[in-house]
Nanobody, 123 residues
Framework: QLVESGGGLVQAGGSLRLTCTVS????????MGWFRQAPGKEREFVAA????????NYADSVKGRFTISRINAMNTLYLQMSNLKPDDTGVYSC??????????????????WGQGIQVTVSS
């Protein structure tokens, strides 16, 4: 139902754009978020966007570098990542919240998850 694409290997300072394509779900009735998990660490919140795309929320560590967006007509979510750092390395997953919990950092607020995609930033 949620499929990520666009990950890969990039040098520090570079950019990547992640895409999450959603099927089956009624996309515009869900807030959407991105989470990541680095090796040996817990999954952490990255960014979220409300159902209509008007409200966004970012982790402090990515503010000013990452931009979350969505196109409801295309059932697609994006995460534009710029000025990437080695600490941004991890498996990135998109998630859908039926509670429109774009303001929350908690993964428990999300009902549906993609399988994740690897992002590796080399120094």
């Amino acid at each position: 139902q949620l499929v990520e694409s666009g990950g890969g290997l990039v040098q520090a300072g570079g950019s990547l754009r992640l895409t999450c394509t959603v099927s089956v779900l009624v996309f515009d009735t869900y807030a959407m978020g991105w989470f990541r998990q680095a090796p040996g660490k817990e999954r952490e919140f990255v960014a979220a966007i409300s159902m209509n795309g008007k409200d966004t929320n970012y982790a402090d560590s990515v503010k000013g570098r990452f931009t979350i967006s969505r196109i409801n007509a295309m059932n697609t979510l994006y995460l534009q990542m710029s000025n990437l750092k080695p600490d941004d390395t991890g498996v990135y997953s998109c998630a859908a919240s039926g509670k429109n919990a774009w303001y929350s950092l908690r993964s428990a607020e999300y009902d549906h998850w993609g399988q994740g995609i690897q992002v590796t930033v080399s120094s």
